[in-house]
């Protein structure tokens, strides 16, 4: 079997194909309308093992060579020729590539909006991290909880755990204190 370098992170049923790279990353700003960063797209096209990297920059810098897609500070967005082209050709792309794509951009775009809204911080002690959370509404602090770990693995672990879902543990620690 043959090595392809333009193969390697690609699962099977991913995407091999420029042409069919291009309509999928205007189906996915047709879809997405806040934008999305080429590193947002890459993230997510790698984590599901869709496409090459280097495919992937490549159809970026072709679609908005031909005006499919139009970046503006950094941020890429669909074109009408490109809406209309994703229209007319989403169907050539699997449905199950379709799909999981747009979950995966949606997780990660959750993901990087409550790292805005909420802060991690972690400072190191002599005997390990305090890791300090903090659950924001707009300027308002609404939380904040300081815990001692041992090692960085811990850190990363309670980080992860924390902004998957922070106001649920807001709501937990207010619950506990209020509970009869």
């Known amino acids: ?16 194909d420029i042409v069919e790279i291009k309509i999928l990353i205007c189906y996915l700003l047709k879809n997405v309308k806040t934008g999305l960063t ?14 090459n990297y280097f495919m992937v920059n490549d159809a970026i810098s072709e679609l908005i060579k031909t005006g499919n897609i139009e970046e503006k500070e950094e941020t890429l967005f669909i074109t009408e020729s490109g809406r209309r082209a994703a229209e007319l050709l989403e169907l050539d792309i ?8 747009v979950n995966s951009t949606i997780k990660l775009l959750v993901r990087n909006q409550r790292e ?11 005997n390990g991290y305090n890791v ?8 308002e602090e609404l939380m904040k ?6 090692d960085t693995l811990q850190v990363e672990k309670l980080k992860k755990k924390f902004l998957e879902n922070p106001a649920k543990i807001y709501e937990g620690i207010i619950e506990m204190f209020t509970d009869k």
């Open 94 to 101: 699997p449905k199950s590539v379709r799909e999981k794509t």
């Open 1 to 16: 079997m043959e090595n392809n370098i333009f193969d390697s992170g690609i699962k099977p049923g991913g995407l091999r």
């Open 132 to 139: 300090t959370f903090k659950v924001l509404d707009t300027d």
């Open 145 to 150: 909880l300081t815990l001692f770990v041992g």
């Open 38 to 51: 080429k590193a947002q797209i890459n993230e997510v096209l790698q984590k599901e093992e869709v496409a």
């Open 116 to 126: 805005k809204e909420n802060k991690v911080e972690t400072e190191k002690t002599e």
